[in-house]
């Protein structure tokens, strides 16, 4: 078996907040991605799936401190221990990150030829004319019309998906061999995301990019992402192909999500189900289950015991104690205490 | 949306309405002030039919609105009048002053920069650190003493204690270079470091919201180091406010630079200022209050000009 891209292993991150708290985000996160793979985590706002791309790019907000513990293993080199110096320089040219808003992630003021071309002008001095050569070359690799007019405009000129596309180009430009995708496509228009998300589909397949993408809407994952990883209260709670996981969902909280994503077909008027309750609050430790306080089949045992990994099919592991499908049954259900 | 054109024809119409508002002040303030400007000139002694021959070549019998219009159109002409106290023309009193002041103003504001851009940008960078506590504090302590006081303290130390520095006097560029800016170092500092002191305290705020948003972000993760990202990405979206606060600069300075220029017997425009107010000399007051008027108008004008440039979302009217 070749190493994967990215292998994180039981993965543990605490922010220190600047008011002090330290809170506890990432419990145990285990997860990889091969080479051309698309790697979905999905999980709500505040599910850690954010802080869990700061930790593996190893840049989070300037105000606050981040500690882990495991492993961020990047082609077998753990990142966690590197050097700073080492880090810095795998940025832009080992990892890559799309961000979430195409209309803040870029400086208004700062010509697009000079932001595109960021990943290179930071390791060796670029003269104009070749960071507007090869921003054009870049920006017409992503589908930008007119790029070598479009280089040395402003990105106040450009409509939302044109930016994303600017934002995309600016990712490539360092040639990554992991592209972390930070909700690429909730600040855009319904029409735009599909366009955009083809444009990273391109691209990780031609240039064999393993991709991280993380979304709140699991529908975006059908035919993009071969795996998922389903993320609730800074846990991987059920891992799996997408097919799988979408089909034969093993942990509640994906059911629930799925059940909660709008279908065309059907009658027209219904109510979406959601989810009651509100995710937890990570400045307090849980005991057992994070999902237990809004899971409907919780068990008295889910608020004391943290659920252990089970496998749910082939490749398929969910962490719940009264999983939905047949094989990730417990050995004997009935010696657990359940109470309706 | 309105054209360019039509945005600086407006803009060129109120600047020529402010002008003539200020000129039409200057030229009545010798009917606002209380006792006759002849009287003063003349002396006591004076005849009625020589006070009133006095008052027509000021212009003081007719009207206000007229003798603006006459004013204005001889200051087109390059004629400003002459001083009552020497009888020089105002124009050449004007063209030996402004340089001085010019020049006093511009080192005032590259002292104010050379301090507050680097002490704002690592006081940003580590809101809290070393650096961000004694330059808020030395900030404050700046903006709470008078200018005069540390210009005195300046003197003080530079010139009477350590004997490094002419206390007071001016000598001109032209005739000695270096002399020149050993007399200009002292004013200089009276009057840029409280400027610092602002500049620091607002580039730092400002800088403070660049940093904190995504395209900041944006950048460190594609592995830009905190020098260039400070110098090359946020200081320049942060430095608007500090364009304007120097625009205003120019306008104040006349009247900050009065009481610097008299410490240190600077011969600039301020002095001018204000030894023509003490002897009621109305055609160089009256010029000086309408050139520093035209310094503002240019002022403000440039600051847009600039604003363009350091932003070109206002050029295109997205702002």
């Not at chain 2, 200022?273 to 004008?301: E, H, K, Y």
Request: hydrophobic content about 45%.
């Amino acid at each position: 078996m070749t190493t994967p891209v990215l292998d994180v292993r039981s993965l543990n991150t605490a922010i220190h907040a600047p008011d002090g708290r330290r809170l506890h985000i990432l419990h145990d996160v285990d997860l990889h991605i091969d080479a051309g793979e698309c790697l979905g985590v999905v999980g709500e706002s505040g599910s850690g799936k954010s802080v869990l791309a700061r930790t593996v790019l190893g840049v989070h907000a300037r105000t606050v401190r981040a500690e882990s513990t495991g492993q961020v293993l990047l082609n077998g080199e753990d990142l966690l221990t590197a050097a700073p110096a080492r880090r810095a320089e795998l940025l832009g040219t080992g990892i890559a990150m799309v961000h979430q808003d195409p209309m803040t992630s870029l400086n208004p003021v700062v010509r697009i030829a000079d932001q595109v071309t960021e990943s290179l002008t930071n390791r060796r001095r670029m003269p104009r004319r070749e960071r507007l050569r090869t921003a054009a070359a870049l920006l017409a690799a992503v589908d930008v019309p007119d790029p070598a007019r479009r280089a040395r405009g402003y990105p106040h000129e450009l409509s939302g998906g044109l930016r994303q596309r600017v934002g995309i180009a600016a990712a490539l430009a360092g040639d990554p061999v992991l592209l972390l995708a930070d909700e690429p496509t909730t600040a855009l228009d319904v029409t735009v995301q599909r366009t955009v998300l083809d444009l990273l589909d391109r691209h990780r397949a031609t240039r064999g990019l393993a991709t991280l993408l993380i979304t709140h809407d699991i529908g975006l994952l059908y035919g993009r992402a071969r795996r998922i990883a389903v993320m609730y209260g800074g846990r991987v709670v059920e891992t799996g192909p997408t097919e799988e996981v979408t089909e034969r969902p093993a942990h509640p909280y994906t059911a629930a999500l799925l059940r909660s994503v709008p279908r065309v077909t059907g009658p027209l008027r219904r109510e979406l189900p959601a989810i009651p309750g509100s995710p937890p609050d990570l400045s307090r430790p849980v005991e057992g289950c994070p999902f237990a306080p809004r899971c409907d089949r919780a068990g008295s045992v889910c608020a004391t015991v943290a659920p252990p990994v089970r496998a749910a099919g082939p490749a398929h592991t969910a962490s719940c104690h009264f999983p939905l499908t047949a094989e990730a049954a417990p050995a004997s259900p009935t010696s657990l205490e359940r109470t309706p | 949306m309105t054209s360019p054109f039509l945005g600086f024809a407006a803009r060129a119409g109120r600047a020529a309405a402010v002008l003539l508002l200020v000129a039409v002040t200057a030229l009545a303030l010798p009917h606002l002030m209380p006792g006759s400007p002849a009287v003063a000139a003349l002396g006591v002694t004076a005849t009625p039919e020589q006070i009133t021959a006095f008052e027509a070549g000021l212009g003081l019998d007719r009207n206000v609105l007229a003798a603006t219009f006459d004013w204005i159109g001889a200051a087109l002409h390059g004629d400003l009048g002459h001083s009552l106290a020497n009888g020089a023309a105002v124009t050449t009193e004007l063209a030996n002053r402004i340089p001085v002041t010019l020049e006093l103003f511009v080192a005032a504001q590259l002292v104010a920069l050379a301090v507050a851009v680097p002490v704002a940008l690592v006081s940003a960078w580590r809101p809290g650190g070393v650096v961000d506590r004694i330059a808020t504090a030395g900030a404050f302590l700046w903006l709470a003493v008078p200018g005069f006081v540390l210009g005195l303290l300046l003197i003080w130390l530079t010139a009477v204690q350590l004997r490094l520095l002419p206390a007071t006097g001016w000598v001109p560029f032209t005739e000695d270079p270096v002399e020149n800016l050993r007399h200009l170092l002292l004013p200089a500092l009276t009057l840029g470091l409280p400027e610092a002191a602002v500049f620091t305290r607002t580039l730092r705020g400002q800088l403070l919201d660049t940093l904190d948003q995504t395209h900041v972000a944006a950048a460190r993760s594609r592995g830009m180091g905190a020098a260039r990202l400070l110098l090359r990405r946020a200081l320049r979206p942060s430095s608007l406010p500090l364009v304007t606060l120097i625009g205003i600069g120019i306008g104040t300075s006349l009247g900050g630079s009065v009481l610097v220029e008299s410490l240190f017997a600077v011969p600039g425009v301020g002095t001018l200022a204000s030894g023509a107010i003490n002897g009621r000399d109305f055609p160089v007051i009256q010029a000086v209050m309408v050139v520093s008027a035209v310094g503002v108008v240019l002022a403000t004008l440039a600051v847009d000009l600039l604003y363009r440039t350091l932003d070109p979302r206002i050029a295109h009217g997205h702002r």
